[in-house]
């Protein structure tokens, strides 16, 4: 049957108009919600690791203006006075941005995180001086959980609606008419229904008397088996704190372990496991997010952590700020050589290698969290992205790391339930039950943070070792030794 | 082929003469015919001319049955109206017989209006208009009674309806969202009377201000129940809105006058020479007498009565004279005082903090806290070392010389135009409302602005006797003199331990909040504030104009500078502020005066948190010297 011209010619009419409309939206689409615009140029890798993209935007990225306006929305949920601020983050004057938040405009700007959430630390000499900002050290002023349960909290909340939302970014600046209609009807319901979602994800950790990580500490590996392999949940609990994360070098090699408990045989794991968990990894229920991981975000994320793991393996610890007694450290120097290096040392025997529990004798509950099968599973997955890295292994065991920039890294043991150097020295019978984290004034006596004697309420977070996972036994090294010479090896180890 | 309505107004006017006079005039008609209005006849226009006519102004005519007068359908609705006699008689235009349609005994509005109208096909007149006594047509027309119109009256009018009532929606469109600041072309005019766009967000409607002093006198303290007694500045010398204080603008928003503060409102002040002097208006001094806590309260306590109803409001605007049209009078009886009602109790909520720290009294506000209200921080859990953060209002002078300098009294930016937008918070400023323009202009001003030279006798042996004493002491910290900045740590942060002046106002600025400010103005990347600090000290400030800024330090706690250079202990631990008379012997205003003709002043206790007199003092600040000295170091400074 041939259909008469004038009929055919206008049904290519109507074509034409109908992939001009489609080309036109599509367009629109991809404008609005995928088009990327580059990241400004970074002045260094530092800024780069505490401001720069890893790739988290596109899955987990909240939209600029609601992450903005969120706590002058929802200051009940905020832990005191201070926005963002109050979850005790690392904010540089002059940044727009927290360290550890990106800013990105995928569509539209977004805000996500990147690793320096966790692992960019401040010190103080004094309540009254500017925050030192250490690139790499633990955040361990920094309350991750906090800032989990505000945004769940916020999404929970009836009053996250287009109108509230609006009408305060309304005070921030003039949103176009289309984009006021896209925040209205796309991105703010959206958002609610992916904090909503979050906060059934994140159940486990709320349940009723579990315990909180608290500054400076997460649930590593029950975060990794709940979000990247939607494990079932268990009954472990497995605060640990943050790790430094400078000086990668001298933590690989064949045989050497990283993670608390020797979860990960490589670097490259750790840092593209930990990216991926932090939203980089594609999901599935965002729509074309697969497609475009696979078609260009993928490559750009492998650069990324290649790039990453470059500039951390040659980061340098931060060297002791503070005076030194170099002749009580040159007595403390045979003393670690006794009894800290065939673990601590670089090359030492067991440094960067599994310990076993039985002879560590720290609080198993972090160990415990992770198993064989968690390993199995998560490997599947990442495989399954496209992603080729060393496998994740289980090992009944607790890493023994090196001590590189160590006065940074209180407090100390994997749940960091030991305040300072000085009460790691004594054994667990005097050392601190219950004390103050978070707060970033040194304590050069000690070497650690200050606990006590501030406001405690509104700059830390109080931890009770008698809580699950918080137990400060164990590692009982050097207890015996002398006071005398405690002291000098507390000297030499601030040189480290 | 028969002539009707539609062909004639194509043709040509001269040809529809022509046509009217070769016409006979026919028979005086009866019965209702449809009329089209005919101009421009021949062009485009005429169609369009008949079709606009024929929806909104006539329709046609309804003659008498007994051919003695007739009646228009008029108006979009097609109304029965304007009679008109109707006769036979010559025509104004060629003498012959014709119909003539008379108003001028018959009706009011037509009066002046003489149709004439000759038969020129069957059942088709066509017709002349003459006004006044012109005997030349202004306009034509036809009638026809070649066919019945159909009754579209009801559709006429629902299109008619619909029409005006787009109309009357562009107009509110347009109405809606004017926004027109009133402009004042001297720059120093603008800086006192201009608009910072405050009044977008923040206006308070123009009546609205105006009719609360006059209803709630009652929350007014002083004598007279005005603005004055909030010390205000009303200058005579303003353009125009005279009634509207010094840092008061206008605008109007959404068609309704709206007014708020400008900077002008905290720097600028008056001097009087005596009590009896009149008072000279120094733009660019710290606004001395205005009590701004003081007028906010008044607002709270306004919203807060019984009598701050829509119904009685308008009732009172009506009385002093307020001149809104209906649209606005609607708008603010049935939205806008029950809005601004909520706006000001919402706002009393929010300003509860002001509450737990003493009152600023005149010359002085609360910087910090207020921001941290702006982001909602709840003020309730805020630590109480930040509670108390009042301090004196600044001069603002020379702000192009303090390019660089950490500005604050705490030295916690380094930026003029942040700091000015931070300041523009104040003035209802808010990122979106924010006019760019405006700000520029006072800007400008302020970057080149000078303080006025001491008006009163100078000992100028005795200041040279100062001035190596001021070299020695001062110059340092404060620069070179009053013009010259040059100074190693001018602008720069004195640590709180050795200016060791009350630390009240350094600690309510708080780390929490210089963070958030980071995210302020975010949504225009090349206005984000970037150069807040927390500071652990006071900076140290150049002197210009030092005369006009006392009393002196951060609080505002030393009322003369001859009271700085004395050791705490011997200042003053009580005074009075917000009184203008100048003591040149001192340098300082007078602050012994407790009330003026029932105006009370401020009485202002050292004792309080965040008012403390301390600091400053020691042999390094000049508190050691001889008094002869110190007199001399005072004749000095007053060239500043």
Not at chain 1, 49 to 69: C, H, Q
Not at chain 2, 33 to 56: D, E, K, M, N, Q
Not at chain 2, 75 to 97: M, P, T
Not at chain 2, 598 to 618: I, S, V
Request: charged share 20%; aromatic share 12%.
């Amino acid at each position: 049957m041939s259909l008469n011209p004038r009929t055919k010619q206008k049904i290519i009419r109507c074509l034409i108009v109908i992939v001009i409309l489609g080309v036109a939206a599509g367009w629109f689409g991809w404008y609005k919600f995928f088009r990327e615009e580059p990241e400004p140029v970074w002045a260094n890798q530092s800024e780069r690791f505490k401001y720069g993209s890893i790739g988290a935007e596109a899955t987990r990225g909240i939209p600029y203006y609601i992450w903005l306006v969120l706590p002058r929305i929802f200051p009940e949920y905020v832990p005191g006075p201070g926005g963002y601020k109050a979850f005790g983050l690392v904010w540089e004057e002059g940044h727009e941005m927290p360290a550890g938040f990106t800013k990105r405009v995928i569509g539209f700007p977004r805000v996500a995180n990147n690793c320096a959430i966790c692992h960019t630390g401040t010190w103080r000499s004094k309540e009254g001086e500017t925050p030192h900002i250490v690139v790499g050290a633990p955040s361990h002023t920094t309350d991750v959980q906090g800032l989990l349960r505000f945004l769940t909290n916020c999404g929970k909340d009836p009053r996250f609606n287009a109108t509230t939302i609006l009408s305060e970014i309304d005070r921030e600046t003039k949103l176009s008419m289309v984009d006021r209609l896209l925040y209205r009807f796309v991105l703010i319901p959206f958002t609610r229904t992916a904090l909503m979602k979050q906060d059934q994800q994140l159940k486990w950790m709320n349940r009723p008397g579990w315990p909180d990580w608290g500054r400076g500490r997460d649930d590593p590996m029950n975060l990794t088996k709940y979000f990247m392999t939607s494990m079932a949940t268990d009954n472990t609990t497995g605060q640990a704190d943050f790790p430094s994360v400078w000086n990668l070098k001298i933590r690989k090699g064949d045989g050497l372990y990283l993670n608390w408990s020797c979860d990960t045989p490589a670097v490259r794991s750790v840092l593209i496991d930990s990216a991926l968990g932090l939203g980089a990894a594609p999901d599935s229920s965002v729509p074309l997010d697969n497609l475009m991981w696979s078609l260009h975000r993928r490559a750009w994320f492998v650069q990324r952590m290649e790039e990453m793991d470059d500039f951390l393996s040659e980061l340098p610890p931060p060297a002791y700020p503070f005076a030194i007694d170099h002749d009580l450290a040159a007595q403390g120097k045979p003393i670690y050589t006794q009894q800290c290096a065939s673990c601590h040392d670089v090359g030492g025997h067991y440094t960067n290698k599994p310990v076993a529990p039985a002879e560590i004798g720290t609080d198993l509950e972090r160990m415990n969290t992770w198993t064989q099968g968690a390993a199995d599973e998560a490997n599947r997955r990442v495989k399954e992205m496209g992603i080729n890295r060393p496998n994740m292994v289980k090992i009944e065991s607790y890493q023994s790391p090196p001590l590189d920039g160590i006065w940074m890294r209180a407090p100390y043991l994997h749940n960091g339930s030991v305040p300072t150097l000085r009460d790691l020295l004594n054994p667990a019978s005097e050392r601190p039950k219950v004390f103050y984290r978070g707060y970033d004034v040194y304590d050069p006596i000690n070497v650690g943070f200050v606990t006590q004697g501030f406001d405690t309420a509104h700059q830390s977070w109080k931890l009770d070792t008698a809580e699950r996972g918080n137990g400060n036994q164990g590692h009982a090294y050097g207890t015996l030794l002398a006071p005398a010479e405690k002291n000098a090896l507390l000297e030499y180890l601030k040189t480290l | 082929m028969t002539l009707t309505a539609d062909q004639l107004l194509k043709k040509p006017a001269q040809e529809l003469d022509d046509l009217f006079k070769t016409a006979s005039a026919g028979p005086i008609p009866v019965g209702e015919a449809t009329g089209t209005a005919i101009a421009c006849p021949g062009s485009v226009w005429a169609r369009l001319f008949a079709w606009f006519a024929r929806w909104f102004l006539w329709q046609g005519k309804i003659f008498d049955p007994a051919g003695q007068c007739l009646r228009n359908r008029v108006s979009a609705f097609s109304v029965i109206a304007i009679k008109a006699e109707v006769y036979a008689r010559q025509s104004w235009l060629d003498g012959q017989d014709c119909i003539v349609i008379d108003y001028s005994q018959t009706s009011l509005v037509a009066r002046f209006v003489r149709d004439e109208i000759r038969l020129v096909a069957p059942g088709l007149y066509l017709g002349q208009v003459y006004l006044g006594k012109n005997k030349k047509p202004a306009l034509k027309f036809s009638i026809s009674f070649q066919y019945q119109p159909a009754r579209k009256c009801w559709r006429r009018a629902c299109a008619a309806t619909a029409a005006l009532l787009i109309v009357f929606g562009i107009y509110l469109i347009v109405r809606l969202t004017s926004d027109v600041p009133v402009t004042y072309s001297a720059p120093l005019d603008h800086f006192k009377y201009g608009s910072t766009g405050g009044e977008r967000d923040a206006g308070i409607p123009y009546w609205l201000w105006k009719v609360m002093p006059a209803m709630f006198p009652e929350f007014i303290p002083g004598p007279h129940h005005d603005l004055t007694s909030f010390g205000f500045v009303f200058d005579p010398t303003r353009p125009v809105d005279k009634d509207l204080p010094v840092g008061v603008s206008k605008r109007k928003v959404q068609g309704i006058d709206r007014v708020f503060f400008n900077c002008a409102i905290c720097h600028v002040g008056t001097v009087r020479d005596t009590p009896a002097s009149a008072r000279r208006i120094i733009a660019g001094m710290p606004s001395n007498t205005v009590d701004l806590q003081g007028f906010e309260r008044f607002l709270f306590a306004c919203a807060t009565s019984e009598k701050f109803t829509p119904d009685r409001i308008a009732a009172e605007m009506k009385r002093i004279g307020a001149n809104d049209d209906l649209i606005n009078r609607l708008i603010l009886r049935y939205i806008g005082i029950d809005l601004g009602r909520t706006r000001l109790l919402f706002l009393r909520d929010r300003f509860k903090f002001m509450d737990r720290e003493p009152d600023t009294g005149p010359g002085r506000v609360d910087t910090f806290n207020p921001p941290k209200v702006l982001m909602n921080f709840p003020m309730d859990q805020v630590p109480e070392r930040e509670w108390v953060g009042n301090c004196d209002l600044p001069s603002i002078w020379n702000q192009g010389a303090r390019k660089g300098m950490w500005l604050h009294w705490d030295g916690n930016n380094n930026s003029v135009e942040e700091r000015n937008r931070s300041a523009a918070f104040g003035t209802g400023a808010i990122p979106p409302t924010l006019d760019r323009p405006s700000m520029k202009r006072m800007e400008a001003w302020l970057n080149d602005a000078k303080p006025p030279g001491y008006p009163y006798p100078i000992n100028h042996d005795l200041a040279a006797r100062g001035a190596p004493i001021y070299r020695d002491y001062c110059a340092r910290c404060h620069g070179e003199n009053g013009r010259d900045f040059s100074g190693a740590l001018v602008g720069q942060v004195t640590p709180i331990e050795q200016i060791a002046t009350d630390r009240h106002r350094l600690d309510s600025y708080s780390v929490a909040l210089c963070a958030n400010q980071n995210l302020l103005y975010s949504a225009y990347p090349e206005e984000r504030f970037s150069h807040f600090r927390k500071t652990f000290g006071y900076a140290n400030q150049p002197l210009d104009g030092l005369w006009l800024r006392a009393p002196y330090l951060h609080n505002g706690s030393v009322p003369t500078l001859r009271d700085l250079l004395n050791p705490a202990s011997e200042r003053p631990a009580v005074f009075y502020r917000g009184y203008d008379v100048y003591d040149p012997r001192n340098v300082g205003f007078i602050t012994s005066v407790k009330e003026e003709d029932g105006q009370a002043y401020f009485k202002y206790d050292t004792a309080l948190p965040g008012n403390g007199n301390f600091g400053h003092e020691g042999r390094s600040y000049g508190t050691s010297l001889p008094a002869d000295e110190k007199d001399a170091l005072v004749e000095y400074l007053k060239q500043f």
